[in-house]
């Protein structure tokens, strides 16, 4: 996953509620950028088109922007930080994109599967190497879908990764080093290193999905782009965990298509 700007938590950059206009043009960016991938990471596990989506943790609209190119019947974004919508908005001028129907929204999927409302899909990406009650937000999608209602999830830089530790610092750090020594060497990251991330591994995950009771209708795995320097990671990093598997370490990315068994 190519690194975002310096977008420290939505809630922080949202802090001023009015964001500059270099500071819209630059999420902006961020989000053309980022939306360009979502053809390679996701769509073999939901097609939008002509779909009512649900993007789970949509942050900024990346997604909502791929499922508008990709013709969604319409789009409700959802995100535990408030969103402006002032970057969204320009590119889609910039893409010359116009939808009638999306709105953002500020609120737990909790809040959502208590709404009454029915998705054909649900997508996620970047967010469950985030997420800390796995189960209960798997949970939380059955109400939200109707029949032939699909689950389309892609999470990158899963925690035993190269990138796991999101410092976008030198491969596996997080791992090697000490938590004071990432602290000194990325002060600018640390909250993030501490509280955004759940440190799941792909058995955590399919865990969560199998005591969710989800059908899994596809699932990937990514291999880690550094993969060839973990031999000469591996000594430093078992030096601080010696309980670390090579395994976890070689898996970057997970991408699935699911489903509940009364929505087949
Ligand atoms: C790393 S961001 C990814 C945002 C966007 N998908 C992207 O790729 O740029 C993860 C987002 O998931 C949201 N999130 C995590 N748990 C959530 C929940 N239970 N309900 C709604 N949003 C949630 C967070 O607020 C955060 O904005």
Redesign the pocket.
Known sequence: MPP?PQIQ???EAEAERRLSDEKVQEICE??LH?EEALDRDLLRYGDPAGKDVL??????G??VLWAMRRGARSIVS????H?SAAPLKRAMAARGIDHPSFEFRQ????E?ALRGETYDLIV????F?????LKG?LG?FRPLLRAKGRIAIFADGLWYSSIGGHLRGEPWEHLWRSPADVKAAHPDRWDYYCN?LNRMTIVDFLEAVRSTGLLVLQLNTGCDPALVQLPRRLPAIRERLDAVSPTDCSIVSIGCELCFAEHL
């Open positions: 975002p938590g939505f809630a961020y989000i980022r993007i789970f943790g949509g942050g900024y990346n997604e959802i995100d535990l930080s969103v609120e737990n999927v909790h959502t996620s990406n970047g967010v190497e985030h997420v800390l009650d937000v939380a955004q």
